[in-house]
C-alpha cells in the first residue's frame, strides 16, 4: 500500500512538473508577444514623429520631398488642381523613395499614410503657398495690445455691507473668459466694466461671456462692498505690454514678429486682441542667461503715435502679425532675400539676426535637430549658439530675442521663440511656412 501510494505521489509530482513547464512556456510565450507588441509599436510610434503632420510647397513648380518610409500615400486633392501633376480623386504613391510633386496656384491636399501599404499611422496636410522673398527685419519692437472684450483673470470674495464674505461671480466666471458686454451694452475695456456693474442698482446682470471659443450668456447678482459699492468680485485684464522681434517684413508691409503668441502672464493663454500697435524700442540693457535664469533684454517704450511702428492685427500661437506704417517702410531695410521650407533645413549651421545694440547683426548658429510634427508648432528648430561675441554679451538667447530671424544657405527658414532654462545657449524655433500660414 505504501508502493502503491508512492506511485501515485510520484505521478503526481511528474503531472505538477508537466504543468508548471506548461504555465512557464505559456508565461514566456505571453512575455515574447508583449515584448514584441511593444517593440512594434515604438517602431511605429518613431516613424509616425519622422512623418510632418502638415508639408508646405511653393506654387507653380516641381518639387521632391523624401519620406524614406515603408509606406504608401493616398492622395486626395482637396481644392485647387491647376497645373498639378496629382489628378483629380485620390491616387496611391510609394513613400520609400522621393516623390516628387508638381504644384498648382493654391493647390491642398490631404494625404492618408499607411505603413507597409497596410496600417494608417498618419494624415497629412500638403499646402501650397507663394513662393516669396521677405525682408529679415531682427529689429526690437514694443508691443502694445488690447484684448477683444474683458478678460477674466481671476475671481474674488470680498466682505459686503454686512461683514459677509460673498464671491458674486464664483458660480458663473472663471479666468480665461472673455466678457464682451452688460446687459446687451459693449464693454471693450476694464473701466466700462467696472463702471456697469457699479451703476447696476442692486440688479442682476446679463453678461455677453466667451469660453473656450464658446458664446454664452451668464446672469449674476453683484453685491454691495464695505463702502456700499456694487462689485462682482472679479480681477480682470483689457491690455498687455511686452518688447519682441519683428521677424520680416513683406513688400506690401505686412509683418510677423515673435513666433508665438503672447499669453497673458496671469491665465497663460494666448490672448484674444482687438488690436495693438507696435513701437519703436530702444535696447537699454542685457540681463546676461545664466544656467537656471533666463536672461533678459530691457527696451525703453514710448507709447506716443510720433512712436508707432505698425499696427496689430493678429495674435495667435504663431506670433504677432499686422501692417507697417508708410513711415516705417521708408527706412534703411536689409535685403529681401527668399524663404526655405523644413524639407530644405539641414543640421549644421546657421545664422540669426538680431539687435544687441544700434542696428540689427547675424550671429552664428548651430541647428541640431529639427521636430517635423505638428505637435511642435513652435519648436521645431532646435538650435545652439555658437558666436562668442554673443555668447559673451547674452549667454545665448535671452527674453526680447523671440522672433529673431533664423537663415540659413541665404534664405529665412524660421524665428527663435523659446531658450532653455538651464542651458541658455540653446533654444527653439518655428518653421517660416508656419508663421506665413496665419
Not at 11 to 28: A, D, E, N, Q
Not at 35 to 45: D, N, R, S
Not at 187 to 213: F, M, P, T, W
Request: glycine fraction near 12%.
Amino acid at each position: 500500500m505504501a508502493h502503491l501510494n508512492k506511485k501515485i505521489i510520484d505521478i503526481k509530482r511528474v503531472r505538477y512538473r508537466k504543468k508548471s513547464h506548461k504555465m512557464l512556456r505559456l508565461f514566456l510565450t505571453a512575455m515574447l508577444c508583449v515584448g514584441i507588441t511593444a517593440m512594434c509599436g515604438l517602431k511605429v510610434y518613431s516613424y509616425h514623429k519622422r512623418i510632418p503632420s502638415n508639408l508646405y510647397f511653393l506654387a507653380r513648380q516641381e518639387q521632391e520631398y523624401d519620406f524614406g518610409l515603408p509606406a504608401t500615400g493616398r492622395v486626395r486633392m482637396t481644392s485647387g488642381g491647376q497645373k498639378s501633376n496629382i489628378p483629380e480623386g485620390a491616387v496611391t504613391i510609394d513613400l520609400s523613395g522621393p516623390v516628387k510633386l508638381l504644384t498648382g496656384d493654391q493647390d491642398s491636399y490631404d494625404m492618408e499614410v499607411r505603413l507597409f501599404g497596410i496600417l494608417p499611422i498618419k494624415n497629412v496636410g500638403i499646402h501650397v503657398i507663394e513662393d516669396k522673398r521677405l525682408i529679415p527685419m531682427g529689429i526690437p519692437v514694443g508691443i502694445y495690445m488690447r484684448s477683444k472684450g474683458v478678460l477674466v483673470i481671476g475671481v474674488a470674495e470680498f466682505e459686503n455691507i454686512y461683514g459677509e464674505t460673498v464671491s458674486p461671480a464664483k458660480a458663473y466666471l472663471k479666468s480665461g473668459d472673455y466678457i464682451y458686454s452688460v446687459d446687451g451694452e459693449k464693454v471693450e475695456n476694464k473701466d466700462e466694466l467696472v463702471n456697469a456693474i457699479k451703476n447696476c442698482n442692486g440688479q442682476s446682470v446679463l453678461l455677453q461671456v466667451e469660453r473656450d471659443g464658446t458664446s454664452r450668456e451668464v446672469i449674476l447678482k453683484p453685491e454691495q462692498n464695505s463702502l456700499g459699492e456694487y462689485k462682482a468680485g472679479i480681477w480682470v485684464r483689457d491690455n498687455v505690454q511686452g518688447v519682441g522681434t519683428m521677424t520680416y517684413l513683406e513688400g506690401d508691409g505686412s509683418f510677423g514678429a515673435l513666433g508665438h503668441g503672447i499669453a497673458d502672464v496671469d491665465t497663460g493663454q494666448v490672448m484674444e486682441v482687438r488690436d495693438g500697435f507696435l513701437y519703436r524700442t530702444e535696447i537699454v540693457e542685457l540681463r546676461k542667461g545664466e544656467n537656471g535664469f533666463p536672461g533678459e533684454m530691457t527696451g525703453r517704450i514710448i507709447y506716443d503715435d510720433q512712436f508707432i511702428m505698425g499696427r496689430i492685427e493678429k495674435n495667435c500661437a504663431q506670433g504677432v502679425f499686422g501692417k507697417c506704417s508708410i513711415e516705417t517702410l521708408e527706412q534703411p531695410l536689409q535685403e529681401s532675400i527668399p524663404i526655405g521650407l523644413k524639407q530644405e533645413i539641414e543640421l549644421g549651421p546657421a545664422e540669426i539676426l538680431c539687435t544687441l545694440e544700434d542696428t540689427p547683426k547675424r550671429y552664428q548658429v548651430e541647428i541640431t535637430k529639427l521636430h517635423l510634427d505638428q505637435d511642435y508648432i513652435n519648436r521645431g528648430i532646435e538650435l545652439k549658439v555658437t558666436d562668442p561675441e554673443l555668447l559673451g554679451s547674452t549667454g545665448g538667447i535671452i527674453q526680447g530675442m523671440s522672433g529673431s530671424p533664423i537663415i540659413q544657405n541665404g534664405k529665412l527658414i524660421g524665428a527663435v521663440t523659446h531658450v532653455l532654462v538651464n542651458a541658455p545657449e540653446k533654444g527653439y524655433g518655428i518653421f517660416i511656412e508656419n508663421m506665413l500660414g496665419e
